[in-house]
C-alpha cells in the first residue's frame, strides 16, 4: 500500500517491509540533510549524535536518556550538547575566514551573538569564552540583556552592540562601561535617540561608540519580510540619518561613529534578498566615510537562517545558500562596494544568532499512548433503519470504485480498474449527508444510541475506504483538498508529555517547522500515520506540522505503540528562540535541562543539570502561595473529617499526593 503524501510530490511507502534498514528512516525523515554533520542514525536505529562533527566522536541518544533518566532527569528533557554549539560558532567564524582570503578581503570578521537568541546564563557564557579567541561579542536588546551582556562580556576587544529601545539610563550605562574597558556600541535606531545620546555623553563628558542602524528599501520576503524595510520600526530613513550625522557633528561627536547596521529580518531564505541589502548598505557605509565619520565596522544584522527541511530552497522552513555562501557573499559584495571607490573595507559584523544557537539542543519526550479511530465495518443488524443501509451502500460502492467493480462502473466510462476522483467526491458528500440524517434522526428519537454508533463507525469506514482509495492513485492526480484532509483525520492521534507552547512555542505562534521523528526503532519501518497532541488542554497543543522537503505534511510517518515499552521523540534544531519565548500556558513549566561534554574514550560528561519547574514554582510566579493552598485544603479535609464523609488516612493521603505534587515538575512523572 502507497500512500500519496498530501503536497502530492512523493509518495510513501507504508506496509511493512522487510528490508526496511535504518538508512531508509534517515532519508524518510530528512535526516541525512538537516542532520548532517551532527544527526544521524545507526544500523540499530537509534538516532546518534555526533557533537563535535566531523571531528569524530559519538553519541548513542537513547543510551543517553536511558542513562540519564537512572540520574532522575525524567522526561520531557531538554538535552543541550555544548560541543555542538562550539562547533557552530567554529564553523561560522572558519567560513568567513576562507571567503577573507578567497576574495583577498583587506580586513575581518568579527561578530556578535544575539543574547534574545537564548538567554541562558550557560549558553551565553560558553560562547563567550569559546569565542574569546576571535573576540566574539554579544548584542543586546534591552536593559536586562545589557546587564548580561556587561558582566559576561570582559574582553576588551569583543563588541557589545547595544541595539533595542535606550533611555538615559541605558545609554549612560553604556558610556560608563566603555571607560570599564568595554567596547560598547550604541546603535541609533531611532532618530530621537541622537538627542538622548548627546545628552548624556554632555553630562558624563564622553561618548559611547556610536552605531547608525539604516531602514533598507530591500526587504526580506521572509516572515519578518513585513516588519523590515522602509516602513520598519527600527533603523533610520535616509534623510534621518544624513540629519543624524549632522546632530552628531555638531555635537563633536562625529567621531565616534564607528558602525553601520542593518537587518532585514531573521531566516533570510533567499541569498538574492541578502544581496540587494549588502549592496545598498555597501553604497551607505561609504556615504557616511565621505561625509568624515570614521567608522570601521559594517554590522550586517542577524538572518543566516536554517534548512531545517534540509531541502535546500528558498522555501520558508530552508535556505537557498550554505553558510559559505553567506559569508563569500558579505566579503565579496561589501569589498566591491568599497574597493572601487578608494574607501577602506569595514570590519564585518554579523549578529547570527539562529545559525549559532539552533543544532545544540535536542528536546526529547515520550508518548504516553495513542487514539485510532474505530476502524472495521460493524456487521449489519435485522431490520437496520433505511440510513445505515444508505451509508453501507455508500462504503460499498466506495471499495467498488477502485476494484474497477459494477457499482464504481457507469455506461461509456473506459474499463480501466482506475478509481475516479469525482465519484469519491460524491460518495464522501453522500456519506456526509447520511451521517447528519443520522444524528437528526437521533434527536428526534428515530435511531438508538447503538444505531448511532453503528452510523459513526460506518461513516469511518467511508472515510477509510476513501483514504485508501486514494493512495492508489497515480502520482499527480489532482485531489480535492477536503478528500486530502480526510487522511489526517484517520491518523492517529499520539499524546506527548509536552506542553508545545512552553518547548516549541513557534510551531504554534509563526508556523515554525521543526524536524521531529522517533529517536529509536528506525531499523523498523513506521507503519502508522499520527501527529502529537500536547498536554494542555488547549486545541492548539498540537504538533501538527512536519517537514516534507521544501513543503510541510500534516501527518508524521510514527510506530505503532508497544505495550510496556516507551516511545520517545526528537524534537531538533530548537535551540534558538525556543526556551525563551515558551510561556507558562496551562502552568507548565520549564522542562529538565542538561548540558553534556563529550570526553576521551567515547564518553560524556554531564556538565550542568537545569531542574526544570516545580509545580510550587510555576504557582508562585502566578502569585500563589503554595503553603497557603496547602493549608486551605488541609482546613477543607478537617471539616470533611468532621462531617464523615472522609476518613482519616483519606485526608492523609490527599495532603501527601498535594504536597509531592507542589515538589514535582509539571510534566507526567513515571
Ligand atoms: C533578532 C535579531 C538578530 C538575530 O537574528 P538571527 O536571524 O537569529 O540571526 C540580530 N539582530 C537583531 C537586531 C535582531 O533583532
Redesign the pocket.
Known amino acids: 500500500m502507497v500512500l500519496a503524501n498530501p503536497s502530492g510530490t512523493t509518495a510513501v511507502p507504508i506496509t511493512s517491509n522487510d528490508s526496511w534498514s535504518a538508512s531508509d528512516s534517515a532519508a524518510l525523515y530528512g535526516l541525512d540533510r538537516w542532520g548532517e554533520p551532527y544527526f544521524s542514525v545507526s544500523p540499530r536505529g537509534h538516532v546518534m549524535v555526533q557533537p563535535r562533527g566531523e571531528r569524530g566522536g559519538a553519541l548513542d541518544l537513547v543510551e543517553l536518556v536511558k542513562e540519564l533518566q537512572g540520574r532522575d532527569l525524567t522526561l520531557p528533557l531538554l538535552i543541550r550538547f555544548d560541543d555542538i554549539l562550539e562547533d557552530r560558532l567554529e564553523r561560522l567564524h572558519t567560513a568567513f575566514e576562507r571567503a577573507i582570503a578567497q576574495y583577498g578581503y583587506a580586513g575581518r570578521y568579527q561578530g556578535v551573538f544575539?543574547v534574545?537568541?537564548n538567554q541562558q546564563r550557560h549558553v551565553v557564557e560558553q560562547l563567550v569564552e569559546t569565542g574569546r579567541r576571535w573576540h566574539f561579542g554579544l548584542?543586546a536588546?534591552s536593559k536586562a540583556e545589557l546587564l548580561i551582556a556587561l558582566s559576561l562580556l570582559e574582553d576588551p576587544e569583543a563588541l557589545l552592540i547595544c541595539?533595542g529601545y535606550k533611555d538615559h539610563r541605558y545609554i549612560e550605562t553604556a558610556i560608563l562601561a566603555r571607560r570599564l574597558g568595554r567596547k560598547p556600541v550604541v546603535v541609533i535606531e531611532q532618530a530621537d535617540e541622537v538627542e538622548r545620546i548627546i545628552a548624556a555623553s554632555r553630562d558624563l563628558g564622553g561618548a559611547p561608540l556610536i552605531g547608525i542602524?539604516a531602514k533598507l528599501s530591500s526587504r526580506s520576503t521572509g516572515r519578518w519580510g513585513s516588519s523590515v524595510g522602509e516602513r520598519a520600526k527600527?533603523g533610520l530613513s535616509i534623510p534621518d540619518l544624513l540629519a543624524t550625522v549632522e546632530a552628531l557633528r555638531q555635537a563633536d561627536l562625529l567621531d565616534d561613529l564607528r558602525l553601520l547596521?542593518f537587518?532585514i529580518?531573521?531566516?533570510?531564505n533567499d541569498i538574492a534578498v541578502l544581496k540587494d541589502a549588502l549592496q545598498e548598505a555597501g553604497q551607505i557605509y561609504g556615504e557616511l566615510t565621505r561625509l568624515g565619520a570614521p567608522m570601521g565596522y559594517l554590522d550586517v544584522?542577524?538572518?543566516?537562517?536554517i534548512d531545517y527541511d534540509g531541502s535546500r530552497t528558498a522555501s520558508a522552513a530552508s535556505t537557498n545558500y550554505s553558510l559559505q555562501n553567506y559569508a563569500n557573499d558579505v566579503v565579496a559584495t561589501v569589498r566591491e562596494c568599497c574597493e572601487p571607490h578608494g574607501i577602506a573595507v569595514p570590519t564585518l559584523v554579523?549578529?547570527?544568532?539562529?545559525?549559532?544557537?539552533s543544532h545544540f539542543s535536542v528536546l526529547v519526550f515520550d508518548v504516553l499512548g495513542a487514539g485510532a479511530l474505530p476502524g472495521g465495518v460493524p456487521e449489519p443488524a435485522a431490520g437496520e433503519p433505511l440510513i445505515l443501509r444508505n451509508l453501507r451502500d455508500t462504503q460499498a460502492a466506495i471499495v467498488a470504485n477502485g476494484s474497477g467493480g459494477a457499482a464504481g462502473r457507469e455506461a461509456g466510462d473506459t474499463p480501466a480498474a482506475a478509481p475516479s476522483v469525482e465519484r469519491l467526491q460524491e460518495a464522501w458528500n453522500d456519506a456526509l449527508k447520511f451521517k447528519d440524517d443520522a444524528l437528526a434522526a437521533f434527536r428526534l428519537g428515530y435511531l438508538s444510541l447503538p444505531e448511532r454508533a453503528r452510523a459513526e463507525q460506518l461513516t469511518w469506514a467511508c472515510c477509510q475506504a476513501i483514504a485508501s482509495q486514494l493512495e492508489t492513485m497515480p502520482a499527480g492526480t489532482a485531489i480535492p483538498e477536503e478528500l486530502k484532509a480526510l487522511a489526517s483525520a484517520l491518523a492517529g492521534t499520539y499524546y506527548a508529555n509536552l506542553s508545545v507552547f512552553r518547548s516549541a512555542p513557534d510551531t504554534w505562534a509563526i508556523d515554525q517547522l521543526f524536524p521531529v521523528l522517533p529517536i529509536h526503532r528506525l531499523e523498523e519501518q513506521p507503519t502508522r500515520l499520527g501527529s502529537f497532541a500536547d498536554l494542555t488542554c488547549d486545541s492548539d497543543g498540537k504538533l501538527a506540522r512536519f517537514i516534507d522537503r521544501g513543503h510541510s505534511k500534516p501527518l508524521l510517518e510514527l510506530h505503532p505503540l508497544r505495550d510496556g515499552e516507551p516511545y520517545w521523540i526528537g524534537l531538533f534544531l530548537a535551540g534558538?528562540?525556543q526556551e525563551v519565548m515558551g510561556n507558562l500556558h496551562n502552568l507548565f513549566g520549564s522542562t529538565n535541562a542538561v548540558h553534556i561534554r563529550l570526553a576521551d574514550g567515547g564518553s560524556y560528561r554531564v556538565d550542568h543539570v537545569v531542574r526544570g519547574d516545580t509545580n510550587a514554582e510555576v504557582l508562585q510566579a502566578m502569585e500563589h502561595d503554595p503553603a497557603q493552598l496547602l493549608e486551605r485544603l488541609r482546613l477543607a479535609s478537617e471539616a470533611a473529617i468532621g462531617r464523615g464523609s472522609l476518613a482519616i488516612s483519606d485526608a492523609r493521603r490527599l495532603m501527601a499526593h498535594l504536597k509531592a505534587s507542589l515538589e514535582q515538575t509539571t510534566y507526567l512523572e513515571g
Open positions: 544575539p534574545k537568541c548584542e536588546g541595539n542602524r527600527f547596521h537587518h529580518g531573521s531566516q533570510i544584522g542577524g538572518g543566516l537562517g554579523s549578529e547570527s544568532g539562529r545559525a549559532i544557537a534558538a528562540y
